[in-house]
């Protein structure tokens, strides 16, 4: 019944992203970006779809049945404040300046705003790098979902296998379009079941003061702070929000966007959707503790999929599993596009090869490389057992650190190509050395200081995004006047 | 820039500051069935949302509205 549910569903998505190919109009900008034309409520979905991943369902869960209640004032509540913002400080300008000069990627902007190929390509191989943890954590949900609501009949690397190729497919027919729109079925899905699963689980268990009664008595300490995260480490991990300012596929969606105006509602509301989101998981993974105590690490990935099965099995199970499943692909989809659409605008048509392929062509170049992506990022999930939370955290702290460059671009006329270079170039150095110093270390800080590596990272490249500009020759005014709108009054 | 808009700035700054509420760091009591943390972080986020719809009213960048020629409007 479970498995015939889940198919149920993926049929759906399938269906949904068939559907939107028949709007498709036969060009790169329709395929990438529905030729600008989303309006604000598919906007909303689409973003906040994309930014809710197996992270806040299956992380959070698995990380509140170590961490306890904090966990929802250490990433959502924070995520809730920055996220917004960045939607309306840096996004908004994102929009208008991609409009103006057509651009469809970030590569695009970078690489004109600075006039330099050779930033552009760093930049391609470093997004490109970064995005891959974020897919892996999308494809080991999807094993482990899938595992978990059949009681271990399926083995994950179906499940991981079956998430890529249905993402794969409804992107490949659908483009951004069929991805919005999954994205907004999808996003509805995952935050009506979260709310429907809490009301059935914490029922089942005599309702939510009685499981919190029991967990003061039985493992208070997730009920505080204390001893879970230190105040060093609860203040610099506040900073991982920042990430989605240099997220490709959310720089993509920003652009879809067919007036300035249809930011205004994504805004207003991100920090309630954020919310009804991450509550579920949070309070989920908590009163996980009383019913599959001893769980160690990475095996609390399963435990938001574990309770579902113990409390709700058979059809709800199946529509539950069906909801993990949704946040999951409402993720990976954008990611798989965007490295689809980075490959051939930033590669195959700039470095010329646009004159001798059709625009098909190029288009099925986009399709190949997430092949190719999507391959490496499976073999990788086959040889991975990482915790979901450590993964994504480590992919955002590099998207983080590279803010520098997306504010220097936009706010700051004297930023220099070399000082976003310096920028780019201290993140990887930087990140690659904490990266193999915090390896297997699942509450891994600076030198044990409490000090998350972005802290340090995104202190290291703003100097030196900084410092390089100042020290280098000023862009020329009327260049850096197509880039920078002049503030309001 | 305008004094209305720094001050909304300035209650988005004050509102990162709230988020780090250690002094309810080692507290277990429960209101309404939940821990204080979770109950302060849960309002904090209603209080966000409040904040940026005064944002989006008050404060939005009108000037960077382009129409489909490309020019800013």
Redesign the interface.
Known sequence: MTLAIIAVYMAAVLSIGAFSHRLFQGTGEDYFLATRSIGPFLLLMSLFGTNMTAFALLGASGEAYHAGIGVFGFMPAISGLVIPAIFFFVGTRAWAIGKRHGYVTQVQFFRDRWESDSLGLLLFVVLVGLVIPYLLIGVMAGGITLNQVTGGDVPEWIGGLVICLVVLTYVTYGGLRGTAWVNTFQTIVFMVLGAVTVFVVFRNMGGVGVVMSRIAAEAPELLVREGNFSPVRWLTYSLIPLSPAMFPHMFMHWLSARRLENFRLTVMVYPLCIAAVWLPPVLLGIAGRLDFPGLVGGQSNSILVQMITLHAPGVLAGLLGAGVFAAVMSSLDSQVLSLGTMFTEDIVRHYGHADRLTDRQQILSGRLFVVAILAFTYTLFLFSDRSIFDLATWSFTGFAALIPIAIGGLFWRRSTKQGATACVGTVVVLWSYFFYQGWGDRTYTVGGSGVMAVAVILAASSVAMIVVSLLTHPPDDEHVNRFIVPPAG | ??GS?LKLYGL?AL??VL????W?????R?RF???M??L???A???A??VV??V??TQA???????DDS?D?Q
């Open positions: 820039m305008s808009r988005l509102l990162y988020h780090n509420d250690w309810l760091w080692n507290d277990a429960l069935g939940l821990p943390g979770l302060y972080h849960l904090y986020m209603g966000t949302a940026m719809y944002l989006v939005w960048p009108h000037h960077l509205e382009i490309g800013h």
